[in-house]
């Protein structure tokens, strides 16, 4: 069993900025997507980021030009660089692992960590 431990939550004023961390115990080098998804109070949970093994990158409309996603396989840590943040990216933040094998897809979700923007 993979676990991921998110960290860099808090309370920031509108504009301000975050750096959340995602350390999994396993080499993140074997999974093929790695993201970012974010749940706020009523709604569903979303899709923010994506990358992949490749290093390909994929943003949400909604934080693209805003939000970097990145990874450093030597510390298996993702990244999620939050610039210019907006009470609107209120939420709880999970980190997510994708491993595609035979059976199908392996899912690992962190426990998640709190941004909360102030306006």
């Known amino acids: 069993q993979v676990q991921l431990v998110e960290s860099g939550g808090g309370l920031v004023q509108a504009g301000g900025s975050l750096r959340l961390s995602c350390a999994a115990s396993a080499s993140i080098s074997s999974f093929n997507n790695m993201g970012w998804h974010r749940q706020a109070p009523g709604k569903r949970r979303e899709m923010v980021a994506i990358?992949?093994?490749?290093?390909?990158?994929n943003y949400a409309d909604s934080v693209k030009g805003r939000f970097t996603i990145s990874k450093d396989n030597t510390k298996n840590t993702v990244y999620l660089q939050m610039n210019s943040l907006k009470p609107e990216d209120t939420a709880v933040y999970y980190c997510?692992?994708?491993?595609?094998?035979?059976?199908?897809?392996?899912?690992?979700w962190g426990q998640g960590t709190q941004v909360t923007v102030s306006s």
């Open positions: 997510k692992l994708i491993r595609y094998s035979y059976t199908g897809p392996d899912e690992y």
């Open positions: 990358i992949t093994s490749g290093g390909a990158r």
